[in-house]
């Protein structure tokens, strides 16, 4: 339910210290030192002046009553209170930067709960990007341009973030027409974790001639001569292995390809993400983010998790790699949430774990819950996740996982029996829009009666779990986080087929609570962003289109007009072009 009271909100979090005095005076439950608490709290919101007000619009702040605002005040890089626009303005200072919002909505910054961003940003400046892109004409068109720009012989790569489903005409490229968009420059385009397209020079400067030269998993397909013809399918761990022998960029592109990444994220409403690790996510990938964050010039904030890089050594990989990086070791802008998302990396048969497995898994886990490290695991198939829930039990007995904020990913499929596991162990349940691109697989392998319940995002509601929002992006989806929205309002995909029904839909303000309040708790900085509220960081966007009303059909076309992390403007664009950084 809206809550529009234009009374000023100021109780929501003082600075620590006065967090500390009132907490330990309110404690003692006498009615005189409760009213002195009322007015200390009063007083500190007052005492302090704000630098920034937002007025004349509409601050969904996201707090417990999901309140209604029409101004926001700032000072500090923190929210210093929400209410009416005069009693905002009153709370200016001397020379306070005064926004007029001409009525438009801001929401907190959106948080993406799981998202392979690291990586992304590290070759975001030097990749053709097919995201967005609507017939496969104009994707190829792009590797024209590319072609035409980038010197003869350089790489050309496609990593993923796309699917022909986008496209017009519902299909993909073929060999000969990548070749002839770029004839002299070897090409990578990868689809999903499961096809690979190599042109005739990306294979000879890989020197690939045979399914002998790819990791196993991996095939060609063939011609009739029984020839390889550039396209291949396998799983994640062999395209990883062959992504890992393209040309790496610089240091210094990584950097200003990271810098780019995380700005373009800013311009879609994002300011913070939990980074998954993952497939080829070693040590030395890391070096271009920590640049940024070390010369301040981060725009995102980062919670980052570890994937054990050598298959059959990953807790002594992660002891090794941990050994100096205590549970949120970091700062606000950066820090280490824990290990994650791939635990167990070749202990598997047939997608089910083996008993060996299930051994590491548990020795692995029982290691992280005695540090208290938050964990991301993926785990994709319902029919094998009681294994993965027999473990967490069996280490819940030692050591209590309740609070640790384990978040279970992917696991789309998810049953009412398995969440209702899942809630008293206190576990999160991520749910990425992975079906926005690949409903229709999913209709195929369980049948479109079976798809419509699925993900089951009220019933986890219902249940009270913490169910958060987020991509997977960049190889199998798009970063774009009002797609995102959009599907789990309509549970229609990228190719207009609508494979989830309305009774598993969640709520307006429950999609949001998944990409705001819920993605900063798993990233354990619920207290301190996540919501517009008094004592968090100023992270916010203003919205092109009202995300309460507008037709959800359209909410995937919302773009952020201006963006702040800390109070600090890191995007901007037409009205409020003139406050983008630099200007």
Request: glycine share 10%; net charge neutral; with cysteine.
């Amino acid at each position: 339910m809206l809550n529009s009271e234009s009374t000023p909100s100021v109780f929501g979090s003082p600075p620590q210290k006065e967090k500390f005095a009132l907490r330990s005076a309110c404690g003692k439950g006498l009615a005189v030192l409760a009213s002195l608490c009322l007015i200390l709290s009063v007083n500190a919101a007052s005492a302090q002046t704000a630098d920034t007000v937002l007025f004349n619009g509409k601050i969904l702040t996201v707090d417990k009553d999901f309140s209604v605002r029409q101004a926001l005040a700032i000072g500090g890089g923190r929210v210093l209170a929400s209410g009416t626009s005069a009693a905002m303005k009153k709370l200016a200072g001397d020379k306070p930067r005064l926004i007029d919002l001409g009525g438009r909505t801001v929401i907190p910054g959106l948080t993406d709960g799981h998202i392979h961003g690291i990586r992304a940003a590290l070759t975001f400046g030097t990749e053709v990007n097919w995201i967005g892109a609507t017939t496969l004409k104009e994707a190829l068109e792009k590797i024209r341009q590319a072609a035409q720009t980038q010197k003869p012989g350089s790489w050309i790569i496609v990593a993923g973030g796309w699917t022909e489903e986008q496209f017009e005409e519902k299909r993909r490229p073929t060999v000969a027409e990548v070749t002839a968009a770029a004839p002299d420059n070897p090409v990578y385009i990868q689809h999903l974790y499961d096809w690979l397209l190599l042109t005739p020079k990306a294979l000879a400067a890989l020197n690939i001639r045979d399914d002998a030269d790819i990791a196993s998993g991996g095939k060609f397909e063939r011609d009739s001569a029984n020839n390889p013809t550039g396209i291949l399918t396998g799983n994640g761990n062999t395209l990883g292995k062959i992504f890992d022998r393209l040309p790496k960029p610089t240091l210094d592109e990584q950097v200003d390809g990271s810098r780019k990444f995380f700005r373009e994220m800013n311009g879609l409403g994002i300011t913070g993400i939990v980074d998954g690790g993952g497939v080829s996510m070693y040590p030395a990938n890391y070096q271009a983010v920590f640049k940024l964050w070390r010369d301040k010039q981060l725009t995102v904030r980062v919670a980052y998790h570890l994937c054990a890089p050598t298959p059959g050594s990953e807790l002594k990989d992660l002891q090794n790699l941990t050994q100096l990086l205590p549970p949120g070791f970091g700062d606000s802008m950066l820090h280490f949430n824990g290990p994650g998302e791939i635990l167990i990396w070749a202990d598997w048969t047939d997608g089910d774990i083996t008993p060996d497995g299930k051994a590491k898994l548990y020795d692995l886990l029982r290691w992280a819950a005695g540090r208290g490290y938050t964990i991301q695991l993926h785990w994709n198939p319902e029919r094998t996740v009681h294994d993965l829930l027999d473990v967490i039990e069996a280490v819940n007995d030692e050591y209590p996982v309740r609070n640790l904020r384990w978040a279970v990913l992917h696991l789309y499929g998810a049953s009412e029996d398995s969440l209702k596991r899942m809630k008293p162990l206190g576990l999160i349940w991520g749910v990425q829009d992975g079906l926005y691109f690949g409903g229709e697989r999913l209709q195929r392998e369980v049948g479109a009666e079976a798809a419509l319940q699925l993900p089951r995002i009220a019933t986890a509601f219902k249940l009270g779990l913490m169910v958060t929002g987020g991509t997977d992006a960049h190889r199998v989806s798009s970063y774009n986080p009002f797609v995102a929205l959009q599907w789990y309002l309509d549970g229609t995909t990228i190719g207009g087929a609508q494979t989830r029904g309305d009774t598993e839909a969640p709520s307006r303000r429950q999609a949001l609570e998944m990409y705001t309040r819920n993605s900063a708790f798993a990233a354990n900085d619920d207290d301190k962003r996540g919501t517009l509220e008094p004592g968090k960081f100023a992270d916010l966007a203003v919205l092109s289109s009202d995300y309460l009303t507008a037709p959800v059909k359209e909410i995937g076309r919302i773009r952020s007009v201006l963006t702040m992390v800390g109070g600090n403007v890191v995007h901007a664009s037409q009205p409020f072009a003139k406050l983008a950084p630099g200007n």
